[in-house]
C-alpha cells in the first residue's frame, strides 16, 4: 500500500470517528508519518544487500596478510581497556589452524590468565569432554577462544566497552581461521557475536549465522558445572551441532584424535 493510501484512510477515519463521538479520539490527534509498503522482492533485495554488506565487513576485518600469530601478537600489546593493567598474559586462542569448529567462550579465567591458554581449568576439561562426545577436539578440528582476551578481576562478566574493545581482534581471528561452523558456550559469547540481548535460553536449539557460518549456542561448562540437571539440554545441543555440522563438513570425524 501507497503511503498515500494510508493517509487517506486515516483521514476517513478521523472523520467517522469525530462524526460519531462528536470530538476528536486520542489516537486521531496526531498524524502520523506513513511510508510505502516494502514488496517480498523488496524485502529480499535488502536482506542480501545487508548479508552482502556484512560479508564484506567480515572479510575485511582481518588485515592483508593477518595470521593468528600476528593477531595474538597485538593481542599482547593491547591497552584498549583498564583489564590490560591487571591481567598476568593475553589469551588469544589455542586450537589447529585450519579448523572445522570454532568454540568461543566468554573470558579467561584465573587458570587462563596464569597459562595464557583458554578452557584449561575445570571448565576446560568438561570442554573438552564435550567436544570429545561429538568428536571434536583441540588438537585436530577445533579452535578455541573467548571474547575477551584478559581476565575480568573476579572472573565477573565482560563489560560492554571491554567486549567492544577486543571486538575486532575476535572478527580478525575469524576472517583468518574460516571455520565450518562456531558453537557458542554462553550468554556472553552468543550476545556478543550475534549483535543480539538474548540468552542461552532463547538463542539454544536454533541454527543462527554470522557471516554466512552457521552458529549453534549452548550453555558454558562453568554453567554446567554449578548446575547439573542442565547437562542434558546441553547434550540435546551438541546433537543438533553435529548433526548440521555433518551436512556441511561429512568428513570432520576423521580428523579427531582424542
Known amino acids: 500500500m501507497k503511503k498515500e493510501e494510508k493517509s487517506l484512510i486515516f483521514d476517513l477515519l478521523k472523520t467517522a470517528s469525530a462524526a460519531i463521538t462528536g470530538f476528536t479520539q486520542r489516537d486521531f490527534l496526531e498524524t502520523p508519518v506513513f511510508s510505502d509498503d516494502v514488496s517480498q522482492s523488496q524485502a529480499d533485495s535488502i536482506q ?10 567480515f572479510h575485511a576485518s582481518a588485515p592483508e596478510g593477518a595470521s593468528l600469530e600476528s593477531i595474538s601478537a597485538q593481542i599482547a600489546q593491547c591497552t584498549r581497556c583498564s583489564l590490560s593493567k591487571s591481567r598476568h598474559n593475553t589469551v588469544p586462542g589455542t586450537g589447529v589452524p585450519n579448523p572445522t569448529v570454532l568454540v568461543i567462550g566468554e573470558a579467561p579465567g584465573y587458570e587462563e590468565d596464569m597459562q595464557g591458554l ?44 571491554e567486549a567492544e574493545a577486543c571486538s575486532s581482534f575476535l572478527k580478525a581471528q575469524i576472517a583468518v581461521l574460516k571455520p565450518k561452523m562456531i558453537l557458542c558456550a554462553g550468554s ?5 557475536l ?6 542461552v535460553t532463547r538463542l539454544r536449539q536454533q541454527i543462527h549465522e554470522y557471516a554466512k557460518i552457521p552458529v549453534c549456542v549452548t550453555y558454558h561448562p562453568s554453567y554446567l558445572l554449578q548446575h547439573q540437571e542442565f547437562k ?22 576423521k580428523s579427531f584424535r582424542g
Not at 542480501?48 to 565487513?57: F, I, L, V
Not at 584449561?120 to 577445533?142: E, F, H, Y
Not at 550475534?194 to 540468552?199: E, I, K, Q, R, V
Open 48 to 57: 542480501q544487500s545487508q548479508n552482502s554488506t556484512q560479508t564484506a565487513e
Open 118 to 161: 583458554p578452557f584449561v581449568g575445570p571448565a576446560g576439561q568438561l570442554l573438552d569432554k564435550m567436544l570429545a562426545a561429538i568428536q571434536l577436539s583441540r588438537t585436530s578440528n577445533t579452535y578455541i577462544l573467548n571474547i575477551l582476551k584478559c581476565r575480568p578481576p573476579q572472573n565477573r562478566t565482560p563489560y560492554p566497552e
Open 188 to 192: 556472553t559469547a552468543a550476545k556478543n
Open 194 to 199: 550475534l549483535n543480539t540481548a538474548m540468552g
Open 232 to 253: 542434558g539440554h546441553a547434550w540435546e545441543d551438541l546433537k543438533m551441532f553435529r548433526e548440521q555440522l555433518l551436512k556441511i563438513a561429512p568428513d570432520f570425524q
